[in-house]
């Protein structure tokens, strides 16, 4: 016999075991969102309607950061006191802030269009797919807030038994001799740092608390209204409004210009304060640039007139010459170009969705090996040369094995990139023909990359030389010790001949390597 | 002469994203020496039902039987010595536009040539002479080394059927072989499908747009709606009364010769 319509019963055993089903099903099929329908619309819940959401609160919180940035400026241009002076806010003014400016984004996405719902192509339209109005928007927003309230209670009381173990743990930790990590890291901090920790913690219980009471009130619905589907938010029903791609709305009369727009008006507030952040950041002064280009002129005829004297001879102190230096960067680039192309190459598959395989262990390498890609590339061959100098000595091994990573990197993403980009059509026709994975590759896909690959790597040839003239400067080897050297020694003449040997090697390979690539691809 | 050759039981297909059924409880046999033509709307599954077959799709639930044998199991070798017997023609001919009609060609005796040698691109003579005798018999023996991408669409879907008969298969899937081409041509590639029916006895699936067409040259046809078998039959049995139930209300037929 079924459970009773209605009973506890058959909320587990329909609700909880359909969604369980759903999520082992959807992580088997390595699909990471699960579509949400809303009055007929498919949505992917983290793409459509968190990350609208986090864009909004990540540009207030910018916008509450120049805020803080300009008080402080302020207060020390009126008080005429040095950069070492801040004003003080109290501890729980931070935490204040985030849940303040989550609010503020809940408000601006209910009162008005967002920059992230604008982005997303969301808006919030009434029965007849209009644009809702003022009044309606504004219901919207008080019954939205009262359920966020309603969020940030539920995730507030989530940190209580959180705090709770966390303080049974401590006790339990130190005493057994050992700490909690971090209370040992935060604490030596200072407040700030101890109330940052907070901060953390309450982002976490909101997206744990939300996440749980939006599930929680999904099966409370299905459960005392079986059968009707609970997807629309709380707001929505109570305004009759619903959430729909701005290319389904109906709509009539002239449309808003743009910069009347809150999402138009926001956008011009945040570049404009930025900019002014910016400025003062960057200590921008036009009087330095204007009294000290005068006093300069020596420097800059020196530079001018560059002396090719340690062109061809070499130069007594370092005892090598120009056109060496400039050689060995050459060298080092095509070096790592080389080696970078022959060991991007097998990466480069592992790191292309359609050549891993798609079980658990296929999402694995292929995370991996991005994961590589991505970290490779965010640290500049410049770090990475100081870094390889100190430990492998300066010259220019240390520099080629920097511009090596850099180039793998690099490199390996662009290949898999290119390989994912690929016509499946002649993989399809190879596998149908009988072929096996390797013969799919070299008859599919190898034929199709190929003359990318080659363009790509003659490309990164063309960056590396730019580069390696950088990272002899930091003890890298090459042209760039010649620029250090000279500088240092404020030989001006000699620093405009290295300018010159490089701007003409640099411009050379691009033009080389521009033309090639246009005759390849 | 009807000898089954290819029976297909209860084949299923879900497609998990979306919980899209594309094949619905599709029960069929092909005789040997058939010209079995599929019709149907887009998207009804025809496409879907050709990929089952030599499972560059895998089938939800159903089985397969190819001379008796259920290919539905069959992995690695096996399966690989099941599709070398299956010839595939595509829609978009699915050629590698940047190697040349040669290379493309000998890429159907892959399931039989020795895996080593052929990934230097190197194949057996017979091979390569095999390759000659089937550019020939599609008339593109002087275009042998020409790139892919400068041929024709006409001449390219000449290729695939090359391709094809590399692989001296049992049966032929094609998949809207001429959807892409225009009317003329469209009849020239159908027949060179029809005279690999007739002279060699290979048993073609194809799916087709056209109802003119598939009346020419199919010898039965299968028709699909919303991934099931909603008329099996004769060419001529489909009056406009079924045309109607296959194509939906608002359907008219568009004569192609």
Same mark, same amino acid.
């Given at each position: 016999m079924p459970p009773r319509v209605g009973s506890f019963a058959r909320l587990l055993s329909t609700r909880w075991g359909a969604l369980a089903k759903r999520a082992a099903r959807s992580i088997r099929a390595g699909t990471k969102h699960v579509a949400n329908v809303w009055n007929g619309m498919r949505f992917r819940v983290p793409k459509d309607r968190i990350a609208p959401l986090a864009a909004d609160w990540g540009l207030l919180v910018l916008l509450s950061y120049c805020t803080y940035f300009l008080i402080n400026h302020w207060y020390r241009a009126l008080n005429n006191?040095? /950069?070492?002076?801040r004003v003080h806010f109290p501890n729980y003014a931070y935490v204040v802030a985030v849940v303040a400016t989550f609010l503020l984004a809940v408000l601006w996405e209910n009162l008005g269009t967002s920059i992230g719902w604008k982005s997303a192509g969301l808006v919030r339209a009434d029965t007849a797919n209009r644009p809702l109005r003022f009044l309606p928007r504004a219901a919207h927003f008080f019954v939205d807030l009262a359920a966020w309230s309603l969020t940030a209670l539920a995730a507030a009381l989530a940190l209580v038994p959180f705090a709770g173990l966390a303080t049974l743990l401590y006790g339990v930790v130190s005493r057994a001799g050992l700490m909690l990590i971090p209370t040992v890291v935060f604490r030596p901090l200072g407040p700030w740092y101890t109330t940052f920790g907070w901060v953390i913690a309450l982002v976490l219980a909101l997206i744990v608390a939300g996440t749980a009471s939006w599930w929680g009130a999904r099966a409370l619905w299905s459960w005392l209204w079986?059968?009707? *589907? /609970?997807?629309?938010?709380w707001a929505d029903r109570v305004v009759g409004s619903h959430v729909c791609k701005a290319s389904d709305l109906e709509r009539s009369g002239r449309p808003c210009p743009w910069w009347r727009t809150s999402w138009g008006l926001m956008a011009l507030l945040l570049v404009a304060v930025s900019v002014y952040v910016g400025w003062l950041t960057a200590q921008v002064n036009l009087s330095t640039l204007v009294h000290r280009a005068s006093s300069t002129g020596d420097y800059w005829q020196k530079l001018v007139t560059p002396?090719?004297?340690?062109f061809l001879a070499p @130069?007594?102190?370092? +005892?090598?010459?120009m056109l060496n230096g400039i050689i060995q960067t050459i060298f080092m680039a095509l070096l790592a170009t080389l080696l970078g192309f022959v060991l991007a190459l097998p990466l480069s598959f592992l790191g292309a969705r359609n050549m891993v395989t798609k079980n658990r262990l296929g999402w694995g390498i292929y995370t991996l090996t991005r994961a590589f890609f991505n970290i490779g590339r965010s640290i500049e061959p410049f770090v990475m040369a100081v870094l390889f100098a100190t430990t492998? #000595?300066?010259?220019p091994f240390a520099g080629c094995l920097a511009l090596l990573v850099h180039t793998i990197a690099a490199l390996g993403k662009l290949y898999s990139e290119q390989i994912e980009a690929i016509d499946p059509g002649p993989v399809e026709a190879i596998t149908a023909c009988g072929g096996g994975r390797t013969q799919v590759l070299r008859y599919g896909v190898v034929p199709q990359v190929v003359p990318p690959f080659l363009a790509f790597t003659l490309y990164r040839w063309d960056i590396n030389v730019r580069m390696a003239t950088v990272i002899g400067m930091v #003890?890298? #080897?090459?042209i760039g010790r010649f620029f250090n050297y000279f500088k240092n020694e404020l030989r001006w003449h000699e620093v405009g001949a290295v300018i010159v040997i490089i701007a003409v090697v640099v411009w050379i390979m691009d033009y080389v390597s521009g033309r090639v690539r246009e005759r390849i691809t | 002469m009807a000898e089954p050759q290819l029976v297909i039981e209860h084949l299923t297909k879900v497609? @998990?994203? #979306?919980?899209? +059924? /594309?094949?619905?409880?599709v029960s069929l046999t092909v005789n040997r020496g058939d010209f079995l033509v599929l019709i149907g709307?887009?998207?009804?599954?025809k496409s879907t039902l050709l990929r089952c077959i030599n499972r560059l799709i895998e089938p939800t639930s159903g089985r397969i039987l190819l001379d008796g044998v259920d290919i539905t199991q069959a992995k690695g070798a096996e399966l690989r010595k099941v599709r070398r017997r299956i010839g595939m023609v595509f829609q978009h001919f699915?050629?590698?536009?940047?190697?040349s009609v040669l290379t493309n060609v000998l890429a159907g005796r892959l399931g039989y040539a020795p895996p080593g040698p052929t990934l230097i691109g190197r194949f057996p003579r017979e091979d390569v002479d095999r390759a000659h005798q089937s550019l020939e018999t599609v008339g593109l023996l002087e275009k042998m080394?020409?790139?892919?991408?400068?041929?024709s669409g006409g001449q390219q879907q000449r290729v695939g059927i090359a391709r094809a008969l590399m692989q001296e298969p049992e049966l032929i899937l094609a998949d @809207?072989?001429?959807? /892409?081409?225009?009317p003329a041509t469209a009849n020239s590639i159908l027949q060179y499908l029809e005279a690999m029916n007739h002279q060699h006895g290979v048993t073609v699936i194809c799916a087709l747009h056209f109802l003119s067409l598939a009346r020419r040259y199919g010898t039965r046809i299968i028709a699909l709606k919303d991934g099931a078998v909603v008329f099996e039959g004769l060419? *001529? @049995?489909?009056?406009n009364v079924r045309f109607k139930e296959i194509y939906g209300e608002d359907a008219e037929e568009v004569e192609v010769r």
């Open positions: 006191v040095s /950069a070492v002076y079986p059968g009707r *589907k /609970a997807e629309r938010p002396d090719f004297k340690y @130069e007594p102190d370092l +005892h090598d010459t492998l #000595g300066y010259g #003890g890298g #080897g090459g | 497609y @998990e994203r #979306g919980d899209v +059924h /594309a094949l619905r409880d709307l887009s998207g009804s599954g699915n050629l590698v536009k940047r190697s080394y020409t790139r892919a991408d400068q041929l @809207e072989p001429v959807s /892409a081409l225009d060419p *001529k @049995e489909i009056d």
